[in-house]
């Protein structure tokens, strides 16, 4: 199946010489000259890939692709800058909101292609690793099938749940607020309060018993931290 590109920019020359020898590559070609309209298309139509100038017009780039990463819809959407903003400290601060790659126009197609498929190939394994199971202890998570397996015996999590372990296995070590878990599993569309976070931990404690002691740790006042490293 070809590769989904959405590319967003509001110059019409740009979106069609860049459609035109993507195409050519046999890349199936989305577009989208505003902000607005390009997060509705990375929603419902979930590219492979969005080409993203920063300049446009309401939302620019920088704002598309920090909603972007929000989303966990959109969040592992690979993202290139194509833009004609080139100091130096504005591809640093590219790069930082998340981007894969940073280039500066005028577009040199060749040079183009080469790095999209290289970013490509980058998110691709990258998927595959955060496809693998995790395993903490004798508890394994599956985040292909949504299922924990806890000594050999299903774990019957809700997704909101399971979503929640996951996203803390996925960073183990590292303390995650309750502000970013929120956001990343509900949405920031989406009007809950921190204690969701609080009940929904305390389950899953429950449901993990005593496999399960000890592996979420409450950082009072900021949040939760996953206290295991894989194994």
Known sequence: MAKKILIV???QDIIELLTFNLEAEGYSVSSARNGDDALLQA???KPDLIIL???LPGKDGREIIQEIRKNPATANM???FLTAKDSELDEVLGLELGADDYIIKPIRIQTLLARIKAVLRKNKNSESAASAAIILGDIEIEPLNYRVIRAGRPVHLTRKEFEILLFLAQRPQRV???DVLLSAIWGEDIVVIDRTIDVHIRKIREKLGRAGDGLIE??????????????
């Open 53 to 55: 100038d920063i300049m």
């Open 218 to 231: 409450t950082i009072k006042g900021v949040g939760y931290r996953l206290a295991q490293k894989n194994t």
């Open 176 to 178: 995650i607020t309750r």
């Open 78 to 80: 690979a993202v290139i």
């Open 43 to 45: 929603v419902s139509g």
């Open 9 to 11: 920019d509001d110059e």
